[in-house]
């Protein structure tokens, strides 16, 4: 059985048959964040130089390097990882014994060896915390000072974290000056608040430094030693001219100046290493070492480490037995510090290793719900719908599934059974599930109300409206609430479908993100791309979006999904390949472009870019209703069964000449009445409906804020909308309203009075509206009134969203339109409103066009 004592998880990974990307490895000490979101970049960027320009000695990096540690150039050395100066330097200076503090890093001694210098031990006790003691090393340098001694210590030391104490460590260099200290900095950058060796200026030390590991890239090989000048150039001449790559040098010297990464760095890892011991200090059987580096020694009571290594490969981790350090023996196991769920994961492994009681209770535990997350180049690449027919493909698969969206940002919402908002995207994927929808699945819901600011719906809730600096301050808390949303969904099904927002690659934003790698990271799903081809540019938009991802969110990344493709299938193999070549991610499915989709868009962006002419075939036997586009436009959706009525043609009317010749002129809801109304009058639509309102050319409606902008006057004494006090609106209906401080939201059973049909929908406003003299034109269950019509004239206005919904009411309104016309009524339903067979349709079309088999065994299925 392969243990692994550093640097050949592949070789476990092969010798077991084990996939590595299935391993998570906790035996180096490699910073879990990955490399900085610029690695790839600069590489890649500078690709033709670094092959044309080399630099064999290394001078734009030792300058970098030297204006780092303040120092000058001819003090810095440069070789390919730390290992390659670890390996030089016992052959040089005449040096005749190595002395050795252990447990270190073994190729201190295999490297004295090496060089055939005797190596003398100097015991570190676990009862101290393996700390240093000096006197114990400045006894035996005094016991043999005729032999030139190179003396090796860890700062901070590996395998055990521990740093030593500076001012003893430099009153023993300057009273030992005949002797050459090597300070070991490898890990020294996660060690807060250090002050490098190097600012002592002790002109018999050599400081090395690795910026492979801090910077999560330990294949590129490049380390440095700082010493004075004649040390360093002993070391340069003895090293080959080429000995560091210019791919890792150009990474080197942008890396040293990022001082963004190594602060977050450092405090992630101070922080998590802290959280994690504690965690592990819990576990009975396990006793934690004291540590600043990137990794926790370990000793472990009732098992091997050899033994412990292979439970834990078993389940996915891959741990660092220590049986091979001096002075360590079997019981000892080194594991690095990497992200909190990931240590989360390994906790509950080892106590299920160590603890039959614990294994006990892990069997009993409901298996771990599988995950899958949809993320998207660009707003409106399909997400949503991607998403949805995701959920009733593992419905029909036997899967109980859940959908979740941590943030959406959508004026298209929807009230729950229990009077809660959330957006009407994950409404739509709820019954893509067969489930009601729950505001768990949209914790977040915000609505903007300006260019700048948003009301924040939280669990369904209002909690105000925020500027997106005060929102983006109160992310912490709001992405608490997220992640137990989620873990209660996680817990209550088999499967969870997650929808990102926009594109993961807008690096504006990333700072702030709780809905795309955040999420994908805490929920620990993989996740498809989709990108939308009918746009152009998808290839593009697939490798760009990598290439502008951190290294630990390209491994979130599974493969791609095209979407809206229409052609011949062959075209797309190079580009695929191609694609293929530069990510390693596979093209997982190719969605065709889907028509008559007829389920509800997720937020305006298909709707604003509407043509004005339906789908389907306008005739003298058709009506015309117009559909005004406000800025602010709320649950377009309102309108989605009239535009698939056969005899309707839905005008989205954006100027006043589009009002000529409609038969019904509705005006929607609005997150912003106030500024909507204003819109409307500054571009003399207002006007042009009230004249055709009066003149009795067509009817009008509003709904929900529609019907407030066609009343008299509108107040706002609370600033819920706007600071405009009172405002006038169209002054068609006799009717005030009032925005107040809390906003009603419910479902709503209905009839609508002059047919007496039955009407089901919701009520979202904070306006409380007052009339006068109106006609009752919509009654609610108990009995109070929610839309008024005019006596006299055809105009109307309600509260209640989904008014359309029901078939029979909806074809009663429009054969009234219909004779008013001049038409004969049809007197039936002719458009069924219910996306069933819709979802049906969209799960089949998306099974047959993408790999399934695949996508299932991402999840886990």
């Not at 391993?23 to 990955?34: C, H, K, M, R």
């Not at 970049?41 to 300058?63: C, G, K, T, W």
Request: one cysteine or more; aromatic letters at 8%; hydrophobic letters at 40%.
């Amino acid at each position: 059985m392969s243990r692994v004592h550093g640097g050949n998880l592949l070789h476990v990974a092969s010798e077991f048959g084990i996939p590595v990307e299935s391993l998570v490895d906790y035996s180096a000490g490699i910073n879990p964040l990955g490399p900085p979101a610029w690695f790839r970049q600069v590489i890649s960027r500078n690709l033709e130089m670094i092959a044309r320009y080399p630099d064999p000695r290394n001078l734009n990096f030792r300058h970098a390097a030297a204006d780092f540690h303040g120092v000058t150039p001819g003090q810095v050395v440069a070789g390919n990882g730390a290992s390659e100066l670890i390996f030089v330097l016992p052959r040089l200076f005449g040096i005749r014994r190595a002395l050795i503090p252990v447990p270190s890093y073994g190729d201190y001694m295999h490297a004295c060896h090496a060089a055939g210098v005797k190596v003398e031990s100097v015991h570190l006790r676990p009862e101290d915390d393996f700390r240093v003691e000096f006197d114990a090393v400045e006894s035996r340098l005094l016991d043999n000072r005729e032999r030139k001694t190179m003396v090796w210590l860890g700062q901070p030391n590996n395998p055990t974290g521990m740093t030593f104490e500076t001012d003893r460590f430099a009153e023993l260099c300057r009273k030992h000056s005949e002797c050459v200290f090597v300070v070991d900095e490898s890990f020294a950058d996660y060690v807060e608040g250090y002050a490098s060796i190097i600012s002592l200026g002790l002109p018999n030390v050599v400081v090395l430094r690795s910026l492979t590991k801090f910077y999560g890239v330990p294949g590129l090989r490049i380390g440095y030693a700082v010493s004075n000048p004649d040390i360093v150039g002993v070391i340069n001449d003895t090293l080959p001219t080429w000995s560091v790559n210019a791919p890792a040098q150009t990474f080197a010297v942008k890396a040293l100046g990022d001082v963004d990464y190594q602060v977050r760095s450092r405090e992630f890892m101070t922080s998590e290493r802290r959280r994690f011991a504690l965690h592990l200090a819990k576990i009975p059987g396990i006793t934690v070492f004291e540590s600043e580096a990137s990794f926790l020694l370990l000793r472990i009571a009732g098992v091997s480490s050899a033994d412990f290594h292979r439970r834990l490969l078993e389940v996915g981790f891959v741990v660092r037995t220590c049986d091979d350090f001096a002075g360590l023996g079997s019981e000892y196991v080194r594991i690095a510090v990497r992200t909190d769920k990931e240590n989360d994961r390994l906790c509950a492994a080892m106590q299920e290793v160590l603890s039959p009681k614990a294994r006990v209770r892990s069997r009993r535990k409901r298996k771990r719900a599988a995950r899958l997350m949809i993320q998207g180049t660009a707003s409106n690449a399909g997400k949503s719908v991607v998403t949805a027919a995701m959920c009733r493909i593992l419905l029909k698969e036997g899967v109980r599934v859940a959908p979740f969206k941590a943030q959406n940002m959508s004026l298209n919402s929807y009230v729950t059974a229990d009077g809660g908002e959330m957006g009407r995207a994950q409404v739509v994927q709820a019954q893509a599930c067969r489930i009601d929808p729950d505001v768990r699945m949209n914790p977040v819901l915000l609505k903007p109300g300006s260019n700048t600011g948003s009301q924040v719906i939280l669990r369904g809730k209002p909690i105000g409206f925020m500027e997106a600096g005060e929102y983006y301050a109160d992310k912490t808390r709001l992405f608490r609430e997220v992640t137990r949303c989620f873990d209660d969904l996680a817990g209550e099904y088999d499967a969870v479908v997650i929808e990102g927002a926009g594109s993961p690659g807008e690096v504006n934003l990333k700072k702030n993100d709780i809905v795309n790698m955040r999420m994908a990271a805490y929920a620990e799903a993989p996740v498809l791309l989709v990108g939308d081809i009918d746009r152009g540019g998808v290839f593009a938009s697939f490798v760009g979006t990598l290439e502008v991802l951190e290294e630990w969110e390209r491994k979130l990344i599974r493969g791609f999904l095209i979407n809206k493709f229409r052609g011949d299938v062959d075209l797309l193999e190079p580009a695929i390949a191609y694609t293929f070549d530069h990510t390693g991610k596979p093209t997982l499915g190719i969605i065709p472009m889907i028509r008559d989709l007829s389920i509800p868009d997720e937020d305006s962006v298909g709707f604003k870019t509407a043509r004005t002419a339906p789908d389907h075939e306008i005739t003298d036997d058709s009506i015309t209703i117009g559909l005004v586009d406000l800025p602010h436009i709320s649950n377009f959706t309102d309108f989605d069964p009239l535009e698939n009525e056969p005899d309707v043609n839905l005008r989205v009317v954006r100027h006043t000449g589009e009002i000529d010749g409609c038969d019904a002129i509705v005006i929607p809801g609005s997150k912003n009445v106030f500024a909507d109304l204003r819109y409307l009058k500054e571009t003399g639509i207002a006007s042009r409906i009230v004249r055709a309102a009066e003149a009795k050319e067509c009817t009008v409606i509003g709904i929900c804020g529609g019907y407030q902008m066609l009343g008299r006057s509108l107040s706002d004494p609370r600033n819920v909308e706007s600071t405009d006090g009172t405002v006038s609106g169209l002054g068609l209906l006799a009717v005030d309203t009032v925005l107040g401080k809390d906003k009603i939201l419910g479902q709503t059973s209905a009839r609508h009075l002059e047919s007496g049909l039955k009407l089901q929908g919701y009520e979202i406003h904070h306006g409380r509206t007052v009339c006068d003299g109106m006609k009752p034109w919509i009654e609610r269950s108990d009995a109070e009134i929610i839309g008024v019509s005019h006596p006299n004239v055809e105009i109307h206005g309600t509260y209640l969203h989904g008014v359309f919904d029901a078939d029979e009411f909806r074809r009663w309104f429009l054969d009234r339109l219909r004779v008013r016309k001049g038409l004969a009524p049809l007197k039936e339903v002719m458009y069924v409103h219910d996306i069933e067979p819709s979802l049906d349709n969209l799960a089949a079309i998306v099974r047959d066009h993408v790999d399934l088999g695949a996508i299932l065994r991402i999840m886990g299925l």
